[in-house]
């Protein structure tokens, strides 16, 4: 667990207040397997160390709460309700409350794993199967893959190099696609704020269902599928390896790309806000590469030469504006 994660569960169980951000990581560390166990027997210890008849009495209102279906599916709005008791009542409270919250749920069989903004890294599936998962991006897959399935969901982006298994195909869904393989690498983009979902194919075969549609697509290696989540469209093309894996290496790189994209990929990548006027910017695109570890500082100042803009930065929020506004 690394320090930044310890600060943030510190901070969740010594019940001082948590922003929307914090909260939403917290959700993601109790439904991750790796995280909720240490979590869990923190607050165990606190819960048995206090007799508190108000913290009691709040509990037996919260299991209310905690049985309506509202919090069958997810903890955010459940630990903003706790997080209204008093501060003094507030570990023996919730270490309750999620015991209880969590003897509610059905035996978790599904494996998450998770990669914050800023963050790239790559694992070794069960199967030997090695994926690369590029920031701010969800993998789940049940626990016991690679034994009667290798069925994956992905939030986000991720490349895959597939071990062959001819009896058991690797399926990977993305919303409203799934693309399949036997033993091949690909991969597949599919972020809930961009318009489309992508599924490159660099080496073997895959094949596309998309939902609604009777017919599968049949890449080619050096081929890619754009599904157009807002028209439900379908394109298949070439596309520019170097360009969709430059992540991978560390790399940012951008080729006659819209400047919201450029935007919406900057802050994914350093963990940060940029808040600037659409309208301005809407004709803009960028083409550039920036090297491996290239400071954000540096990026601001290339993209400001070439769509002339002036910025200004203040903790992690940036401020962009246009020069001849």
Known sequence: MDIATKKLINKFISGKRLNNDEFSQIDK??????????????????????????????????????????????????LTTISKA????????????????????????????????????????????????NVDTKLSYPADFGAKSRKLKLTGEAYFEVTKNKRLPFEVTSGDITTTALG?????????????????????????????????????????????????????????????????NKEL?????????????????????ILYDQESFKTETLTVRFEKYETLENVLKVMSKVNEFNYSIENKQIKIKKRNL
């Open 86 to 133: 008093a501060a003094v009542l507030f570990i023996p409270l919730l270490a309750a409350t999620l015991f209880y919250y969590f003897s509610q749920q059905e035996p978790s069989d599904f494996l998450t794993l998770y990669t914050q903004k800023g963050e790239v890294t790559n694992i070794i599936l069960p199967d030997s199967t090695k994926v690369w998962l």
């Open 29 to 78: 560390l109790l439904n991750d397997l790796n995280y909720r166990g240490e979590i869990i027997q923190h607050l165990e210890r606190n819960w048995q160390e206090s007799q508190d008849e108000t913290v009691n009495l709040q509990f037996e209102q919260i299991k209310k709460e905690i049985n309506r279906s509202q919090f069958k599916s997810g903890l955010t709005r459940l």
């Open 253 to 273: 790189v951008f080729q006659l790309t819209p400047f919201d994209d450029v935007i919406n990929e900057l802050e994914k990548w350093y963990d940060i806000k």
């Open 184 to 248: 091949t690498q690909f991969l597949v983009s599919a972020y809930p704020e961009v318009k489309v979902i992508k599924s490159s194919l660099l080496e073997g075969s895959v094949e596309i269902e998309i939902s609604d549609d009777k017919n599968r697509k049949i890449l080619a290696p050096g081929q890619q599928l754009i599904f157009d989540k807002q028209n439900a469209l379908v394109s298949i093309g070439n596309f520019n390896e170097n360009y969709e894996l430059s992540w991978k």
